[in-house]
């Protein structure tokens, strides 16, 4: 299970909990987080042997269910985001996949933006409908279609901060404040946001999820996810309805997970001892170490990517080959002003561009003109990596959607997506130059 003791105060800073949190050092262990390889623990008698397993006594029995270097950092995201606790799986899909089992549980209704992430819309409209689970997607910037969709079997309303490839700004307390009317509580996938540009715990969200592949990781080198339980969600406030947390959990006799965990772990019990036990989506010890590494330049990287991300927006939205730059950042866009309100460390470095000229059949060779002979941006179906990545949604990420929820998400045939690096801001300028000279 989760640990529970803090290493630093939680009052500690942004850049010290990112270098130090959840790890303490000691001379037998080394001075930095040490990758625990190994797939199982041993047991110092029978009794400890018994007690790990019925839950009685907190501890580590096999890594498919925890591993110390996990947990460090685990601990260490929970304190990034102000939370009381942290899951931290194989990727970003497994977090956001066994975040909504434990919440819609058997026959629950999740509400959800339907500027979502495409792999987490393919979740939601495929496999969990497979088992029953229900979707509603609305414009999350529609608040009254986000208050009409939730019902009484309504478990969960799930949103981005700031999606992609677009870069609509939520505005997560109006979003938190109809969930909580309505009982429910309010999931985050900051992916994009970064607990160092937004902490969704303090504009009302009750979980966050991340894909840690992105920009905690930080250089495109590994998969992870993560689900951090703010703890201030209540399931004891109306337990009939989260009998998942409030009824005995039959796999461990009469237990009751919010009796014994109580708020704010109760979650990250159910999920580990339940659905990353029985599915098996467990992070790596070697990859939880990576983004380990990752998250201690988290700030002065995300800075910088911002920095550059906001300085070629404002390039682009001065060239006569670009229509229109969706980016935040820049006065006029539509959702500048929640930019401003939720965002002032900065907007995300995630955001894109259409080329000017006619959407038909030569959209597709003029995006290909550019993107083809681009030499310092790399065409890569990722974000959030040291290196600047450029992406084509229609054709890419996007590219099983319909003409019509393309264009309801914003999408052009000639968007262009970026996630800006850390290379030079001069050169990524140059590059584009270059490239859109050749149309
Ligand atoms: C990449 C991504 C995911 C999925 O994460 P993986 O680590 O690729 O599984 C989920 N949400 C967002 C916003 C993402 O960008």
Redesign the pocket.
Known sequence: MTTTELALAPSTGFSTTQVQGGYRASASVGAVPPIHQTAAYEFSNLAEAADLFALRKPGIIYSRNANPTQQILEERIACLEGGASAVAVA???AA?AVTLLALAHRGGHIVAAHQL?G??IDLLQETLDDFGIGVTFVDQDDLDAWRDAITPQTRVVFA?TVANPIAQVLDIRAVADIAHEAGVPLVI?S??GTPHLIRPGEHGADFVVH?A??FLSGHGSS?G?VVVDQGTFDFGADAARWPQFTGPYTRFGEMVLWEQFGQGHAFAALVKSKYVHDLGPSISPFNAWQILQGIETLDLRVARQSATALTVAEHLAGHPAVSAVHHPGLPGNPWHELAERYLPNGVPSVFSFDLAGTQDETAFTRVATVLDNLRVFRLVAN?GDARSLVAHPASMTHGHLTADQRAAAGISLTTIRVSAGLEDPADLIADLDRALALL
Do not use: A
Request: net charge negative; proline share 0%; charged share 20%.
């Open positions: 990727s970003g899909q956001v992430y792999g987490t981005e996938d992916t994009v894909s592949t992105k998969l996810g974000i």
